[in-house]
Nanobody, 129 residues
Framework: QVQLVESGGGSVQAGGSLRLSCVASGDMYGDKSVAWFRQAPGTEREGVAAIYTGGGSPHSADSVKGRFTISQNYLKNTVYLDMNSLKPEDTAMYYC??????????????????????WGQGTRVTVSS
């Protein structure tokens, strides 16, 4: 089993930046798909960005393209989400998720929560106007 721990959330003003981190531990054998999701109160969980640790182009939602960047430090088993030009509508709980499948490499369904088996507890991001 893989355990995920997110950090880096906080409160910022619109236009500000945050870096979220997702550290994985446990069964780290093999490459994995890792994604960031977010969920605001009363809304469905939304895929934000995904990356396959074995390589390939990352994916991101249209709502964050050009503002958010997903990256990884393979040796540290850590995936980051750099969030710039934050908007109030980015306010949500942000979750890291992973799966041993190729879902993030192949790209077609990377944004679907049911494609990921392991989830972190989340880190809260609040953006004020």
């Amino acid at each position: 089993q893989v355990q995920l721990v997110e950090s880096g959330g906080g409160s910022v003003q619109a236009g500000g930046s945050l870096r979220l981190s997702c550290v994985a531990s446990g069964d780290m054998y093999g490459d994995k798909s890792v994604a960031w999701f977010r969920q605001a109160p009363g809304t469905e969980r939304e895929g934000v960005a995904a990356i396959y640790t074995g390589g390939g182009s990352p994916h991101s939602a249209d709502s964050v393209k050009g503002r958010f960047t997903i990256s990884q430090n393979y040796l540290k088993n850590t995936v980051y989400l750099d969030m710039n030009s934050l908007k109030p509508e980015d306010t949500a709980m942000y979750y890291c998720a992973t799966d041993p499948s190729f879902i993030a490499r192949d790209g077609g369904t990377w944004y679907q929560p049911h494609g990921y088996k392991a989830w972190g507890q989340g880190t809260r991001v609040t953006v004020s106007s």
